[in-house]
């Protein structure tokens, strides 16, 4: 493999490009790409293969694995949300506002690409190509630094990628993959300030911390997801159940499933049996306070530290509180900022949740599985931003860009300046 310095230079140079394509040229090799994906989805299959085969070897977790496997619905999957995109409108370019200041200045502001984006993550090859629809498509370069556990993945599907831009006379360093699975390339990527505009991680807390605390390029904080679902004393109890066996066991392995119950205990004795039944059928653990254990035997007494985790497993927290006031405490101080609901018939009640839940997504009467990319309308997502700047919740196409001010206005029409600045 190139040095990061070469590679650097080479993104950074194709970046410049990139700026300048058209629509129509992007949605044509978004479209060749995703025809090559499933014309190939054998190959895919074969090097995945490979790496859930190690993955199991190796004791991988099974929501683990299952974010690593990748099926023909998968492909079809990753293909479709390059056609998605496609049917996007482009927001680079898009003036966003222009006024005419005193002194004779035209002021625009105008979204331009951000530049070279770094993206690191762990086990989901899936990311490879959203990264890649979603950084092309907004103009950008993309440098793409996946983990170990799905390197032959990866590598097949950057192939394909890169095959498909050199064919359609496009530079295929719009794409380039750091296939050198040494944990010190993650470390040098994280200060190539001089090509690289911006990184993401997208992946575990841990992943995620660690570029945070080191990287000296600017980072965009995709967090885990430790989401709750809060029923209140107005509940429909089917509803509730229907919703919250979707969040918790539809997938578990990904950041918007529902990891925490919080149960207001006017409706515990009768709630907790009935939904401790539905999980029970994915063989769910629950682990609750003690208000929650007197409501039913087979749950587990939880500990101070199941509040804030992310189990990625069939596992969930159940906690009981007496108003909404103190669910909402609970949540937004256990909570990581990503997805809340609130099941409730009680409008007051839903719209106080959403008034004060500090979350990127506030639902009533929903999943939070409903946080994605795909289900927002933005076709693939980069990741879901936790974050308070630039961008919070799934992160689109106008999430991938930034601005610069445009004046277009004649000498003659000006104002000098006066002022000493």
Known sequence: MESLDVLGKRA??????????????????????????????????????????????NGMKPALIDRLTLTDARIEGMAE?????????????????????PNGLMIGYKKVPLGVIAIIYESRPNVTVDAFGLTFKSGNAVILRGGSDSINSNIKLVEIIRDTLNR??????????????DRKYVNELMKMNEYVDVIIPRGGAGLIKNVVNNSTVPVIETGTGNCHIYVHEDA???????????????????????????????????????????????????????????????????????????YLDYIISLKTVDTIDEAIEHINKYNTGHSESIITNDYNASRKFLDEIDAAAVYVNASTRFTDGFEFGFGAEIGISTQKIHARGPMGLSALTTGKYVIPVSYTHLTLPTNSL
């Open 12 to 57: 950074k140079a194709a970046s410049r490009q990139m700026a300048k394509f058209k629509i129509t040229k992007k949605n044509e090799v978004l479209e060749m790409v995703a025809d090559e994906l499933i014309k190939k989805a054998d190959e895919i299959k074969k090097a995945n293969k490979a790496d859930v085969d190690e993955a199991v070897k």
């Open 81 to 101: 949300g390059l056609r998605q995109l496609v049917a996007l409108e482009d927001p680079v370019g898009e003036i966003t506002s222009m006024k005419q200041r």
């Open 168 to 181: 359609a006379g496009v530079c295929e360093d719009a794409v380039i993959l750091i296939s050198d699975t």
């Open 236 to 310: 429909d109890f089917k509803m509730a159940c229907d919703i919250i066996y979707n969040a918790k066991t539809q997938r578990i392995g990904v950041c918007n499933a529902c990891e925490s119950l919080v149960v207001n205990k006017k409706i515990a004795k009768e709630f907790i049996p009935l939904v401790v039944d539905r999980l029970k059928e994915k063989n769910v653990e629950v682990r609750g306070d003690e208000t929650a254990c007197e409501a039913d035997s087979r749950i587990v007494p939880a500990t101070q530290q199941d509040w804030g985790t992310e």
